[in-house]
């Protein structure tokens, strides 16, 4: 069975143990095998049109080193199974589901993140985006100024939300729909911070929230806005 590596440099970025790929599926650049276990080396450009046009599901074994912007702009996707990947080594999963327009719920709760430091953009674009489980998730590492930037930018449609610590400032401003629970889920999860740091939900979501409520936070040494 062939083993299907991706490798930049002299590191290897995925090890996937029987799945392939073509060139034209691959990024611009990085080598993987086909089929056959032949090398091949990938011609498709970062930016363009989906990688696969019309896929719809996506299933990975193996060990991931680099997880950024994977699925972005798959436009048609609707189903990730990530379950059975070794994540644990990973440390940017930079705009992971970006542009994903079409997927509407996703538990990542298998998802090791103890080593990632960057999250940015992780779901912008996911607009369908009803409901997300990342409760098991650990952002401790993640980096404090940039490491969290637009992570949930325009999920318009984000409801139910299992949440997990955050430790630096975090931004859910537009996420209008957010059910009580879920700010709760993400007041409660909140790491005490020593620095100044800022959970931004908007007028409409802090509308829901009691004086009590939001304590919680300020209590922790956050700033709700």
Do not use: R
Request: glycine fraction near 8%; hydrophobic fraction near 35%.
């Amino acid at each position: 069975m062939a083993i299907s590596k991706v490798n930049y440099g002299s590191n290897v970025l995925m090890d996937l143990t029987g799945d392939t790929v073509d060139a034209e599926h691959l990024a611009e650049g990085y080598t993987a095998h086909d089929k056959t276990g032949a090398p091949i080396i990938g011609t498709m450009v970062s930016g363009s049109e989906p990688a696969v046009p019309g896929m719809q599901s996506i299933k990975f074994n193996g060990h991931l080193l680099l997880l950024s912007y994977i699925f972005a702009d798959m436009t048609d996707l609707t189903y990730v199974d990530l379950s059975n990947i070794d994540t644990s080594k990973v440390e940017d999963m930079s705009g992971l589901f970006s542009g994903c327009a079409s997927v509407t719920s996703l538990d990542l709760t298998y998802l090791d993140t103890s080593n990632v430091i960057y999250f940015m953009g992780m779901f912008s674009g996911c607009t369908k985006l009803t409901s997300l489980d990342i409760s098991s998730w650990d952002t401790s590492k993640s980096d404090p100024d940039f490491g969290l930037s637009k992570m949930f930018e325009d999920c318009t449609n984000l409801t139910n939300l299992n949440s997990c610590p955050f430790y630096y400032s975090i931004n859910f401003y537009g996420l209008d729909k957010l059910t009580h629970d879920s700010l709760m889920s993400i007041i409660n999860n909140l790491g005490t911070v020593s620095s100044s740091q800022t959970l931004t939900i908007g007028q409409t979501n802090i509308a829901k929230l009691t004086s009590d409520e939001i304590a919680i936070a300020t209590n922790k040494g956050w700033t709700v806005a």
